[in-house]
């Protein structure tokens, strides 16, 4: 079973925003942080947004004012709110989902990915 689900993907005129999901079937773990990453063909993953427990986010340079990661912690769910979208945003995005363990380091649970295209 897949730990984490993305979803919302699809294709999008640029200018327009989609909005990623990224859930816990089952919630067999409790989303503690999470972030998002995005792999171009012919590229490496690349990560995009991060939010910590605390609720603080990081954004890589080329998406800061345009997306926004959020978290919603009684829906155990994460998002990425993505606006103003261009062709360079076109990529296979991830979610990386952590989880706490008592005394150890935080484990992360990844998704298969949700595909995002943005048209000229």
């Known amino acids: 079973q897949v730990p984490v689900v993305e979803s919302g993907g699809g294709l999008v005129q640029a200018g327009g925003s989609l909005r990623l999901s990224c859930s816990v079937p089952?919630?067999?773990?409790?989303?503690?942080?999470m972030a998002w990453y995005r792999q171009a063909p012919g590229n490496q993953r690349e990560w995009v947004a991060s939010?910590?427990?605390?609720?603080?986010?990081n954004y890589v340079d080329s998406v800061k004012g345009r997306f926004t990661i959020s978290k919603d912690n009684a829906e155990n769910t994460g998002y990425l709110q993505m606006n103003n979208l261009k062709p360079e945003d076109t990529a296979l995005y991830y979610c990386?989902?952590?989880?706490?363990?008592?005394?150890?380091?935080?484990?992360?649970?990844w998704g298969q990915g949700t595909q995002v295209t943005v048209s000229s």
């Open positions: 089952g919630n067999s773990f409790r989303i503690i942080a």
């Open positions: 939010i910590t427990s605390g609720g603080a986010t």
């Open positions: 990386k989902a952590q989880q706490s363990r008592l005394g150890r380091p935080l484990l992360d649970h």
